[in-house]
């Protein structure tokens, strides 16, 4: 599983006929504008971009947000069943960030594979919101 990606915007687009603008990266067949730095201010909504590789099947994709402070509190929680295709796959989640709490959060996006739960991959990364 790749590395977690945060970014203001994820759009799909056709990769021959894309054109970058400044401050965007293309992954395949979409189109991101990474959030750099990992701030955001309160009452935004962010999406997640990450690949997953040689996990086929059905699996069931979480992400969950919780803060740096309190580990055992989720804040954001997302999660899904989708089928997936071979090789290597992307997706983007949108996360809505209103009512959250100005404050650092630990965002971690999980992925198993429903049959038999024998893989677990797993990535984490920071994100600090700002109040407005």
Do not use: C
């Amino acid at each position: 599983m790749s590395d977690l990606m945060l970014a203001w915007l994820v759009t799909e687009v056709d990769p021959a006929e894309a054109r970058v603008p400044d401050g965007f990266v293309l992954r395949g067949d979409r189109l991101i504008e990474p959030l750099l730095p990992r701030v955001t201010d309160q009452g935004t909504s962010i999406a997640v971009y990450f690949e997953v590789h040689d996990l086929t099947a059905t699996v069931r994709i979480e992400a969950v947000m919780t803060p740096v402070e309190q580990r055992d509190q989720t804040t954001v929680s997302v999660a899904f069943v989708e089928d997936v295709p071979g090789g290597m796959w992307a997706r983007d989640i949108i996360l809505d960030l209103d009512g959250v709490k100005p404050g650092a959060y630990h965002l971690t996006v999980r992925v198993t594979d429903i049959p038999g739960n024998l893989r677990v991959l797993e990535r984490s990364t920071t994100l600090e919101i700002l109040s407005r």
